[in-house]
């Protein structure tokens, strides 16, 4: 009924992975296969199976009706997805507003932003995107250019 004992050493398990034991210490450190069991020196077979099972997408969580491969996916996406999003909901003016300055440093005061008056640099400024010199010039922040870049992605995006 099993294939010998249920724990098994460093090149055992390696060899059931049908991998070299130096990949089946790395796969161990890098999370890919389950540690030792603790105190001992030995895998056990089921865990390697069910992190097998895992990784080819053969696992099924009951409550979700997915596999852990489909779950890190869906996850990882959404985290990409968020990560892209534009963060601050700006109005086209604003939106508009960020990315020029982020991309001509000369557009430093109100008479030179085309359309853009007192009110959408305050609204800048609040939000933490641009930063309000003395001498009534504005510089855009870390934050800001940042945006910019996610409202440009967004604006590229078929």
């Keep these: 009924m099993t294939d010998g004992p249920r724990l098994i050493g460093r090149a055992e398990a390696a060899a059931y992975c049908g991998v070299t034991p130096t990949c089946f210490s790395m796969w161990v450190a890098s999370h890919i296969m389950p540690p030792a069991i603790p105190g001992t020196r030995k895998w056990d077979r089921r865990a390697i199976d069910a992190k097998l099972d895992e990784i080819s997408g053969l696992s099924i969580k009951a409550e979700s009706g997915e596999t852990g491969l489909q779950k890190w996916r869906r996850e ?4 990409n997805e968020d990560a892209d999003r534009p963060k601050h909901g700006l109005d086209k003016r604003a939106a508009e507003t960020l990315v020029a300055m982020s991309y001509n440093t000369e557009l430093k005061t109100l008479d030179v932003l085309p359309g853009v008056g007192p009110a959408t640099m305050k609204m800048l400024i609040r939000k933490g995107l641009v930063n309000e010199e003395p ?8 934050a800001g250019h940042a945006e910019a870049v996610r409202i440009l992605a967004k604006m590229m995006q078929p």
């Design 135 to 142: 001498d009534e010039q504005f510089l855009i922040t870390e």
């Design 76 to 79: 990882r996406d959404k985290r």
